[in-house]
């Protein structure tokens, strides 16, 4: 679930993507997400979330730095040995 899919999906257009905060993009792909459950029971859902959001921002910044783990770490403000943790609890290392 991430902010881009749910702008291809029904949200908003892409010529407003790079208008919206973050927030929002959160905010409209949680909405479409417990719209699409319809009388489904939605479960775990803040576990779900932080996953979710946590692998992405992982993803993402490892890409950016090139995997270099301290350049990383520092960017997230977590020491090293933690985002190694989170990297291998991923399965990302």
């Known amino acids: 679930m991430t902010g881009i899919h749910a702008l291809h999906d029904g949200g908003p257009t892409a010529t407003t993507a790079s208008q919206l ?13 417990l719209r699409d459950l319809g009388d489904h029971p939605a479960e775990d ?14 993803v993402e910044v490892m890409e950016h730095y090139g995997a270099n783990q301290c350049r990383a770490a520092a960017a997230l403000g977590i020491n090293r040995s933690t985002l190694r943790k989170k990297l291998r609890q991923y399965d990302l290392a």
């Open 45 to 58: 859902l803040h576990a779900l979330i932080v996953q979710e959001v946590e692998r992405s921002l992982l």
């Open 21 to 33: 905060s973050l927030r929002d993009c959160v905010r409209h792909t949680v909405r479409r997400y």
